[in-house]
């Protein structure tokens, strides 16, 4: 092994990276690629890395996908982990606080810039902080000089300018506190109590990136400064721009918003080093929640060295992946093969924890009291792959999936998106950035020393050093598991024989011969379009539009006409069976498991579900492995399995999800919503317990009739076709089926759907924390009769988000974000709501409605003003730069292009229609639909809230 990794090593620098050729300009130098000089991988040459002399750092990658959009991003060395124990939550308060004014950006004006240059703002969505970094992100429609220049000049008023305005303080604690308030939920204590067992005393258990109440509460203006400026300074900044760029004009930029920026103070050290004891005796844990999860996290921290991004870590990761990924294969057919209580889980191992340690270990979720039968069977079956280790069948599933990975990878290279190119930057750390042509390339060299002996050396080499882990349990049981229990169970299970693993046969795919291949019988090309319909004798519909917006990438559709529509409300509960087990279920002479074995090294994936009007499937495919996915989905339309493993593991979890309803307030009120709107109609609201597990096999088929065999079916192929070659594959596959009808079915008698003659307001009690609340105002409107209304009321849903969320968050600090939305359907054409949603304190609901009250009637009473309707509109605008340059805009018109002809009128208006509406027409729209009372309103409030009362929607 030593001489082979050597060879190894020795290709490697061969492929040594270079800087770009062309010179950087003056006050700023070009650099060799963020950690270069630790590896001995080859760095992508095509991204542009540069210093500044005050030590900022930059990473530039000219990318032309989309076409127009540029991605910056700002990340700082500081997180959570750099932070005092009277300073736990600064780091994210200051995070917050650069939307609040800064020196040249008066407080409350930075997201309304944003918003006017076209950018949409969201509370998660332009910035974030971890343990160790902050990031704060923006996404710039288009490449012009003027809109990057500002967005820099935004980035350099967050790194050295916030005005940490005490008043504005103020006013932001209640945000961060309403953010506290709504993610500090039983998983969150889960989360916090699991950490303390696995990490204690480290910055992972002690300093949480939300902080505690206490500071957030009483932390001065002048102690959030003194942080920021402690570590917000240029040798801990990184910028990160890709998109389509002239990297010396963004240098250029870089050094006149940056290069003045000095700081004298000497640097700092490294924030995310942290001390754990390798040798602690076996311990357990548990944790108790009557809305928890069963599940168990066993987990042991070895002693370890620091693992530059070389060959060599590469080799045991790359080992240690297969090892993984195939004792996740056998806990899945196990689990399908036999009745047992485990619902999900696997194997853990990673490098790199404070630089100096490596975990291993394993997790699993089960059934409410199963926690000994998962402990178990999830140890029983790590030790066996110890001690017996893999099967070479097994080893070369694995190895042909990352084949096809690396293959794949490389081939779409010249289109990756610029936002995976941007957030692998952000997320490097310490190690190397690699173009994806070198990863296949150093991947053929590896791949003939990922042998099954090296594989079984290589796990058991790690995991028979876990011998004294700590176990977390989690569960619902009234009381807590004694820690001495868990580890008896863990004992007695370790102390079991296990038996060798019997390997399974391998088997062909069956279904490659449809009979002889379909005859075309018309051949058409929407011009303007650049669509091509094609129909086959026997019914079937092809549309393609060949595209160059992604390399090696075909998106496909498949629309059997029925879905939901054709269950109807009788049967509704059949489409949720369905939509889980159709596709698990297998197919006749292949089941699930195996189906995955045999596609195996293929971008194909098995998928066939049901959606509101028809049967069908999406998503996307190699070229090369086209005709296999058509064949799939062929073969599921007329042989399918129906296996009971499906359905067995279909009911296995449902106990548990429906005690679990009234876990959170979001989730209690979203199943009594449907329930109450829809005068509890089973097409729209959650079928009781007892319905679902009753629904089987035999009742599907019975529903389902000759519907796949006969209905109208149309097939759209989107992306880097070859033409010939698709219309050929469709032609072998469906278009050599039986004959289907011609017209679509008459489901008009089910479309007339009404809303609940039972309105006004609902508390709905929740199991959550009492400091929890969901709140969502409706008021009915009509379905999607008109494409500029539809698009009209969106945009003034956004318009009341703007006003809302400067009113309740902003100003009033009462909740962490609120949110309107209009939903228009263009199914049910009578249905459409538009709905305002939030959450907080259930102590803030009279200031929430009240303010709600107050802003829809200043809609209602008066046009909004221009800056707002600008502000909302931009965004949406400035989206259709590259709405037309990408292939998911493309499938969902070409879809239906022969079956919904108007779709396609709609896709040629939608930009133009959309320009055209105004504030006079929004204001119109408020007085149609908003000038009256909300017809419902929902109130998720802490069950003891409401308990002494009448739960109106228990």
Same mark, same amino acid.
């Given at each position: 092994?030593?001489?082979?990794?050597?060879?190894?090593?020795?290709?490697?620098?061969?492929?040594?990276?270079?800087?770009?050729?062309?010179?950087?300009?003056?006050?700023?130098?070009?650099?060799?690629?963020?950690?270069?000089?630790?590896?001995?991988?080859?760095?992508?040459?095509?991204?542009?890395?540069?210093?500044?002399?005050?030590?900022?750092?930059?990473?530039?990658?000219?990318?032309?996908?989309?076409?127009?959009?540029?991605?910056?991003?700002?990340?700082?060395?500081?997180?959570?982990?750099?932070?005092?124990?009277?300073?736990?939550?600064?780091?994210?308060?200051?995070?917050?606080?650069?939307?609040?004014?800064?020196?040249?950006?008066?407080?409350?004006?930075?997201?309304?810039?944003?918003?006017?240059?076209?950018?949409?703002?969201?509370?998660?969505?332009?910035?974030?902080?971890?343990?160790?970094?902050?990031?704060?992100?923006?996404?710039?429609?288009?490449?012009?000089? &003027?809109?990057?220049?500002?967005?820099?000049?935004?980035?350099?008023?967050?790194?050295?300018?916030?005005?940490?305005?005490?008043?504005?303080?103020? &006013?932001?604690?209640?945000?961060?506190?309403?953010?506290?308030?709504?993610?500090?939920?039983?998983?969150?204590?889960?989360?916090?109590?699991?950490?303390?067992?696995?990490?204690?005393?480290?910055?992972?258990?002690?300093?949480?990136?939300?902080?505690?109440?206490?500071?957030?509460?009483?932390?001065?203006?002048?102690?959030?400064?003194?942080?920021?400026?402690?570590?917000?300074?240029?040798?801990?900044?990184?910028?990160?721009?890709?998109?389509?760029?002239?990297?010396?004009?963004?240098?250029?930029?870089?050094?006149?918003?940056?290069?003045?920026?000095?700081?004298?103070?000497?640097?700092?050290?490294?924030?995310?080093?942290?001390?754990?004891?390798?040798?602690?005796?076996?311990?357990?844990?548990?944790?108790?929640?009557?809305?928890?999860?069963?599940?168990?996290?066993?987990?042991?921290?070895?002693?370890?060295?620091?693992?530059?991004?070389?060959?060599? &870590?590469?080799?045991?990761?790359?080992?240690?992946?297969?090892?993984?990924?195939?004792?996740?294969?056998?806990?899945?057919?196990?689990?399908?093969?036999?009745?047992?209580?485990?619902?999900?889980?696997?194997?853990?191992?990673?490098?790199?924890?404070?630089?100096?340690?490596?975990?291993?270990?394993?997790?699993?979720?089960?059934?409410?009291?199963?926690?000994?039968?998962?402990?178990?069977?999830?140890?029983?079956?790590?030790?066996?792959?110890?001690?017996?280790?893999?099967?070479?069948?097994?080893?070369?599933?694995?190895?042909?999936?990352?084949?096809?990975?690396?293959?794949?990878?490389?081939?779409?290279?010249?289109?990756?998106?610029?936002?995976?190119?941007?957030?692998?930057?952000?997320?490097?750390?310490?190690?190397?950035?690699?173009?994806?042509?070198?990863?296949?390339?150093?991947?053929?060299?590896?791949?003939?020393?990922?042998?099954?002996?090296?594989?079984?050396?290589?796990?058991?080499?790690?995991?028979?050093?876990?011998?004294?882990?700590?176990?977390?349990?989690?569960?619902?049981?009234?009381?807590?598991?004694?820690?001495?229990?868990?580890?008896?169970?863990?004992?007695?299970?370790?102390?079991?024989?296990?038996?060798?693993?019997?390997?399974?046969?391998?088997?062909?795919?069956?279904?490659?011969?449809?009979?002889?291949?379909?005859?075309?019988?018309?051949?058409?090309?929407?011009?303007?379009?650049?669509?091509?319909?094609?129909?086959?004798?026997?019914?079937?519909?092809?549309?393609?539009?060949?595209?160059?917006?992604?390399?090696?990438?075909?998106?496909?559709?498949?629309?059997?006409?029925?879905?939901?529509?054709?269950?109807?409300?009788?049967?509704?509960?059949?489409?949720?069976?369905?939509?889980?087990?159709?596709?698990?279920?297998?197919?006749?002479?292949?089941?699930?498991?195996?189906?995955?074995?045999?596609?195996?090294?293929?971008?194909?994936?098995?998928?066939?579900?049901?959606?509101?009007?028809?049967?069908?499937?999406?998503?996307?495919?190699?070229?090369?492995?086209?005709?296999?996915?058509?064949?799939?989905?062929?073969?599921?339309?007329?042989?399918?399995?129906?296996?009971?493993?499906?359905?067995?593991?279909?009911?296995?979890?449902?106990?548990?999800?429906?005690?679990?309803?009234?876990?959170?307030?979001?989730?209690?009120?979203?199943?009594?919503?449907?329930?109450?709107?829809?005068?509890?109609?089973?097409?729209?609201?959650?079928?009781?317990?007892?319905?679902?597990?009753?629904?089987?096999?035999?009742?599907?088929?019975?529903?389902?009739?000759?519907?796949?065999?006969?209905?109208?079916?149309?097939?759209?192929?989107?992306?880097?076709?070859?033409?010939?070659?698709?219309?050929?594959?469709?032609?072998?596959?469906?278009?050599?089926?039986?004959?289907?009808?011609?017209?679509?079915?008459?489901?008009?008698?089910?479309?007339?759907?009404?809303?609940?003659?039972?309105?006004?307001?609902?508390?709905?009690?929740?199991?959550?924390?009492?400091?929890?609340?969901?709140?969502? &105002?409706?008021?009915?409107?009509?379905?999607?009769?008109?494409?500029?209304?539809?698009?009209?009321?969106?945009?003034?849903?956004?318009?009341?988000?703007?006003?809302?969320?400067?009113?309740?968050?902003?100003?009033?600090?009462?909740?962490?974000?609120?949110?309107?939305?209009?939903?228009?359907?263009?199914?049910?054409?009578?249905?459409?709501?538009?709905?305002?949603?939030?959450?907080?304190?259930?102590?803030?609901?009279?200031?929430?409605?009240?303010?709600?009250?107050?802003?829809?009637?200043?809609?209602?009473?008066?046009?909004?003003?221009?800056?707002?309707?600008?502000?909302?509109?931009?965004?949406?605008?400035?989206?259709?730069?590259?709405?037309?340059?990408?292939?998911?805009?493309?499938?969902?018109?070409?879809?239906?292009?022969?079956?919904?002809?108007?779709?396609?009128?709609?896709?040629?208006?939608?930009?133009?229609?959309?320009?055209?509406?105004?504030?006079?027409?929004?204001?119109?729209?408020?007085?149609?639909?908003?000038?009256?009372?909300?017809?419902?309103?929902?109130?998720?409030?802490?069950?003891?809230?409401?308990?002494?009362?009448?739960?109106?929607?228990?």
């Amino acid at each position: 092994m030593k001489n082979a990794l050597r060879f190894i090593l020795g290709l490697a620098i061969v492929f040594g990276g270079s800087t770009n050729a062309l010179s950087a300009p003056s006050g700023a130098e070009r650099t060799q690629p963020w950690n270069a000089e630790t590896s001995d991988l080859e760095p992508d040459a095509s991204i542009i890395y540069g210093r500044l002399p005050n030590g900022l750092r930059y990473a530039i990658r000219p990318n032309h996908r989309p076409q127009n959009q540029v991605l910056v991003r700002m990340t700082i060395d500081f997180g959570s982990a750099g932070e005092a124990q009277d300073e736990q939550g600064l780091a994210h308060f200051i995070e917050h606080m650069a939307f609040n004014g800064s020196a040249n950006v008066p407080e409350g004006e930075m997201v309304k810039m944003l918003e006017r240059l076209g950018l949409s703002f969201g509370a998660d969505t332009n910035a974030s902080t971890g343990y160790t970094q902050t990031q704060y992100k923006l996404d710039l429609p288009r490449a012009a000089p &003027r809109l990057i220049e500002r967005a820099l000049f935004l980035m350099r008023e967050t790194a050295r300018e916030i005005s940490f305005n005490p008043a504005a303080v103020d &006013r932001e604690r209640g945000v961060i506190l309403a953010e506290k308030s709504a993610r500090e939920n039983f998983r969150f204590q889960s989360a916090r109590a699991a950490n303390n067992l696995f990490y204690p005393n480290t910055f992972y258990a002690t300093r949480y990136p939300i902080g505690t109440a206490e500071v957030i509460q009483t932390a001065s203006a002048e102690r959030m400064r003194a942080l920021y400026r402690k570590f917000y300074r240029p040798d801990r900044i990184k910028i990160i721009v890709v998109g389509p760029v002239d990297p010396v004009a963004i240098e250029r930029e870089l050094v006149a918003k940056f290069a003045d920026w000095r700081v004298d103070a000497p640097p700092l050290g490294a924030i995310d080093q942290c001390s754990l004891e390798t040798e602690r005796t076996l311990t357990a844990q548990s944790f108790v929640h009557s809305e928890i999860n069963e599940s168990i996290n066993v987990q042991q921290v070895l002693q370890d060295k620091k693992r530059p991004d070389t060959i060599e &870590r590469a080799m045991v990761e790359l080992k240690m992946s297969i090892a993984n990924a195939i004792i996740s294969r056998r806990m899945a057919r196990r689990s399908r093969e036999e009745d047992m209580p485990f619902l999900g889980g696997g194997v853990n191992f990673n490098f790199g924890l404070c630089d100096q340690y490596a975990t291993i270990g394993y997790g699993v979720t089960g059934k409410d009291g199963s926690w000994r039968s998962l402990l178990a069977f999830t140890e029983q079956t790590v030790r066996q792959a110890v001690q017996y280790g893999f099967e070479e069948s097994e080893i070369a599933e694995q190895i042909k999936r990352l084949d096809a990975q690396y293959e794949n990878a490389a081939k779409d290279e010249g289109t990756e998106a610029s936002a995976a190119i941007a957030n692998a930057l952000v997320a490097l750390d310490e190690d190397v950035y690699n173009s994806d042509t070198y990863r296949q390339l150093l991947w053929r060299q590896i791949r003939p020393f990922m042998t099954k002996a090296a594989i079984n050396a290589e796990f058991a080499f790690w995991f028979r050093q876990m011998n004294r882990p700590q176990i977390f349990l989690t569960t619902k049981q009234s009381a807590a598991i004694p820690d001495d229990e868990i580890v008896a169970a863990y004992a007695a299970s370790r102390g079991t024989p296990i038996a060798a693993p019997t390997a399974r046969p391998t088997s062909r795919f069956a279904y490659t011969d449809f009979g002889p291949a379909g005859a075309v019988v018309a051949d058409n090309t929407i011009a303007d379009l650049g669509i091509r319909t094609i129909r086959f004798a026997n019914g079937v519909m092809l549309n393609l539009k060949k595209t160059d917006f992604e390399d090696n990438r075909i998106r496909y559709s498949l629309r059997i006409d029925g879905g939901q529509l054709h269950f109807g409300a009788q049967n509704a509960v059949l489409a949720s069976l369905m939509s889980s087990t159709y596709v698990s279920g297998g197919l006749e002479a292949h089941d699930i498991e195996d189906l995955r074995s045999i596609l195996a090294g293929t971008t194909v994936s098995p998928a066939f579900g049901v959606a509101d009007r028809f049967f069908g499937a999406a998503g996307a495919v190699a070229p090369a492995d086209l005709e296999r996915q058509l064949q799939i989905m062929a073969a599921y339309t007329t042989h399918p399995g129906y296996s009971e493993n499906a359905l067995r593991l279909f009911r296995r979890p449902l106990p548990e999800i429906y005690a679990r309803l009234k876990a959170t307030p979001a989730s209690a009120l979203a199943v009594a919503m449907s329930k109450i709107m829809t005068d509890d109609d089973p097409r729209f609201a959650l079928a009781p317990l007892e319905t679902i597990q009753a629904a089987d096999f035999a009742m599907l088929k019975t529903a389902l009739g000759d519907a796949l065999r006969q209905n109208r079916l149309e097939i759209a192929l989107v992306g880097d076709l070859d033409e010939d070659a698709a219309i050929a594959a469709v032609a072998r596959s469906f278009g050599a089926l039986p004959a289907r009808t011609d017209d679509g079915k008459d489901y008009s008698a089910q479309l007339q759907p009404g809303w609940s003659a039972k309105r006004g307001s609902f508390d709905i009690p929740h199991n959550g924390e009492a400091n929890q609340l969901a709140w969502r &105002r409706i008021w009915t409107t009509t379905g999607d009769l008109d494409q500029k209304t539809t698009q009209s009321m969106d945009l003034l849903a956004r318009v009341v988000t703007l006003r809302l969320t400067d009113e309740l968050r902003e100003k009033l600090g009462a909740t962490y974000g609120v949110s309107a939305n209009s939903d228009m359907s263009n199914l049910y054409l009578q249905r459409g709501t538009f709905s305002i949603s939030t959450a907080g304190d259930p102590k803030d609901i009279a200031t929430i409605e009240t303010t709600v009250d107050q802003v829809i009637s200043a809609l209602v009473k008066s046009p909004v003003d221009p800056d707002l309707f600008e502000r909302a509109r931009k965004p949406v605008l400035e989206s259709y730069a590259d709405w037309k340059k990408q292939n998911n805009t493309w499938l969902g018109v070409a879809a239906e292009t022969q079956t919904n002809p108007d779709r396609l009128n709609r896709f040629r208006k939608s930009e133009s229609n959309f320009a055209s509406i105004t504030a006079q027409d929004l204001w119109q729209l408020a007085k149609q639909y908003l000038d009256k009372p909300a017809e419902f309103t929902f109130r998720a409030l802490p069950d003891e809230m409401i308990s002494g009362g009448a739960k109106s929607a228990e």
